[in-house]
């Protein structure tokens, strides 16, 4: 099972988060037989200027985008 933690802080959802969780959730949808993954979010851990920031197994990426995410976790 991967975890993806999105910060649902306005800074970082309005940098990118928003999109980046829609992007997630329809590449689940297409490819829901061969992956396992848990999406949730956390509150702004003051790290705004590092921002969008998303949270994979607990390991921290800044300036994510949609594009990064897919290849991220399709790396683990
Ligand atoms: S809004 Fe994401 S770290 Fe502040």
Redesign the pocket.
């Known amino acids: 099972m991967t975890t993806v933690k999105f ?7 309005i940098r990118g ?1 928003d999109k980046s969780l829609a992007f997630l959730e329809e590449y689940i949808r297409n490819n829901k037989k061969d992956i396992s993954i848990e999406v949730i979010g956390c509150r ?5 200027q ?4 998303v949270y994979i197994n607990d390991e921290k990426y800044h300036y994510t985008t949609p594009e990064d995410l897919i290849k991220t976790i399709e790396a683990l």
């Open positions: 910060c649902l802080g306005s800074s970082c959802y988060n702004c851990r003051n790290l705004c590092e921002g969008p920031n």
